[in-house]
């Protein structure tokens, strides 16, 4: 039986900038961006500030 992880998730925002959220098993954003990234590299190097590891994937998010 596998383990449900958490879901980090990197998406474009309203002004084009780059965001991030944690998504728990349950539904709940339990993390997230509190400020828009001009690129992406710049967001995904504060995802891991905040606790994700590349072996953990994220998902790119379409608007």
């Known amino acids: 039986m596998s383990e449900k992880k958490d879901r980090w998730e990197v998406y474009a925002d309203n002004d084009n900038k780059w965001r991030w959220h944690r998504v728990a098993r349950n539904g709940k954003v339990v993390g997230a961006a509190t400020e828009g990234y001009a690129n992406k590299a710049d967001c995904i190097n504060n995802m891991r500030r905040n606790g994700y590891s590349p072996q ?6 379409e608007r």
Do not use: D, T
């Not at 953990?56 to 998010?61: A, D, F, H, I």
């Open 56 to 61: 953990m994937g994220y998902s790119e998010l």
